[in-house]
């Protein structure tokens, strides 16, 4: 009769155990914050982190090739930069890359026969991509006194001087004649003049460099001489994307 009671009592005790030591689960919210978000950001596009190199994707539009007959026409055009800079010393840096001007002109057809260079051929469409190859460097002057006040230095923001080489790669010129007597089409030239007028050009500049470490949204202005001075362009007003360097 005991060990019954014994027994009892010890079951009745371990299931009371049992029942108190129960497991219970609970779900915490996994909200991200806004701050995270933005860790996570800066940590991705190294916002955070001087670079010794910068990747730089611009493009700006253009108004295609000016028209001195007169005509109404159409004009509409795109420029694009594709380029790296370097830096070697804070101050000093060495760049090389490309640039691309595409260009579409429609005018408008003669209302009368128009007698051009000996025929009566002209042209009423044409279009026109420029290949431009450049090498350069730049200097920070005033990089090297910034760090020394121990102001903000950006490795890539800031007021510089530059000297800049470009060679012309490619201009190549399609363009659709017309017989002006009749309206008709006279055929379309395809040719390329890439060695001549527009070949190489060397000039200076100044200009002030920000790309935004933390959008990688890249800005640039500068003024020069002789930019694209066979072409009458002068493309120193930039906007485009900035990708930090992985090197």
């Not at 128009?114 to 450049?134: C, E, H, P």
């Amino acid at each position: 009769m005991k060990a019954i009671a014994v027994f009892t009592f010890a079951m009745f005790w371990g299931l009371s155990s049992v029942f108190a030591q129960q497991t219970t689960y609970s779900q915490e919210d996994s909200t991200i914050t806004t701050s995270e978000l933005k860790r996570f950001y800066r940590y991705i596009t190294r916002a955070n982190v001087e670079e010794k190199t910068l990747f730089k994707l611009g493009f700006w539009p253009n108004a295609g090739d000016r028209d001195f007959t007169g005509r109404p026409s159409f004009r509409i055009g795109l420029n694009a930069d594709v380029s790296v800079e370097r830096k070697i010393t804070p101050s000093f840096s060495v760049m090389a890359g490309f640039d691309f001007m595409l260009r579409y002109n429609k005018y408008d057809q003669f209302a009368v026969p128009y007698y051009n260079n000996g025929t009566y051929i002209d042209t009423d469409r044409m279009f026109r991509g420029f290949v431009y190859a450049k090498v350069g460097t730049r200097f920070y002057y005033d990089m090297a006194k910034r760090i020394r006040e121990g102001k903000a230095a950006n490795n890539f923001s800031g007021n510089y001087i530059g000297i800049q080489y470009t060679r012309a790669l490619s201009v190549r010129v399609i363009e659709h004649r017309y017989d002006t007597k009749t309206g008709s089409s006279a055929g379309t030239n395809n040719y390329d003049i890439g060695g001549g007028v527009w070949r190489t050009t060397a000039f200076s500049h100044v200009g002030i460099s920000t790309p935004d470490r933390a959008t990688g949204f890249c800005r640039s202005q500068c003024w020069t001489r002789n930019h694209y001075s066979k072409t009458g362009e002068k493309p120193c007003l930039r906007a485009g994307s900035c990708t930090r360097g992985l090197l």
